[in-house]
């Protein structure tokens, strides 16, 4: 795999790879191509490297004697940024990097698969950063992002859609979508919104009062 990147004044965003299970090269050359900044954690830096990828930060706690100095020489210029607080995950860390560094977009591979208490985590905290940074959790089956009050896209019919409450989300009110919803209320664990489709080629609307709600384009 080729090293990133093509980017045009840092306008396009941010990628960090996390350690849960791999994504396909091809989503992963496609997303590298236009990220003005790579960052990786800590515990996923020797699979990145097998893969050939260039990295801008390696960030993480190093801990359990993991020598980050290591790494330095083979990707030169690449920065260390030594994350040790116990009370965040390395990618709330990594999130955190980037608002400092005032990068309002990022997408993040890798985030999902493996153990389900961190997938679980990693999607709910699209939500917890939701005014400081926009964020988009990809994998090779879908791509997952917090939708604004009012939400419009050009769907081609049949595209699985999912709406996803995290907590509870109200007001929701859809247009094109195979299963429509009129002023309704879903509420995780209880009632969501998955498995939808687009009804007919066009735009899809999806409006919502309160709460919320994430998107998940799925591809089966």
């Keep these: ?28 050359g496609q997303l590298l191509e236009w990220s003005p900044i790579v960052i990786v954690l800590d515990s996923a830096i020797e699979r990145v490297l ?53 990068i309002p977009a ?11 208490d961190h997938t679980i ?4 905290n699209i939500v917890r950063f939701r005014n400081l940074l926009k964020i988009v959790i990809l994998d090779d089956h879908s791509k997952i992002f917090q939708l604004p009050p009012t939400f419009r896209k050009w769907y081609p019919k049949g595209s699985p859609i999912s709406l996803i409450p995290v907590g ?17 209320t879903l509420t995780i664990g209880y009632r969501t919104g998955s498995s939808n489709e687009a009804l007919e080629d066009g735009i899809v609307t999806i409006t919502h009062t309160s709460g919320d709600l994430l998107l998940m384009e799925c591809f089966d």
């Design 1 to 28: 795999m080729s090293s990133h990147h093509i980017v045009r004044d840092d306008q396009e965003p941010a990628l960090i790879i996390a350690n849960g299970a791999a994504c396909s090269k091809e989503l992963l």
């Design 50 to 102: 097998e893969l050939g990828i260039k990295v801008d930060v390696l960030l993480g706690d190093f801990d359990n004697g993991f020598d980050p100095h290591l790494y330095a020489a083979q990707q030169y210029p690449m920065k260390i940024v030594h994350t040790p607080d116990q009370d965040k995950t390395d990618l709330e860390k990594a999130f955190d990097y980037l608002i400092t560094n005032a």
């Design 106 to 116: 990022v997408n993040v591979v890798w985030a999902t698969g493996k153990r389900a």
């Design 121 to 124: 985590t990693n999607l709910t």
């Design 168 to 184: 509870v989300a109200s007001g929701i009110t859809t247009a094109n979508l195979k299963y429509p919803l009129d002023n309704e």
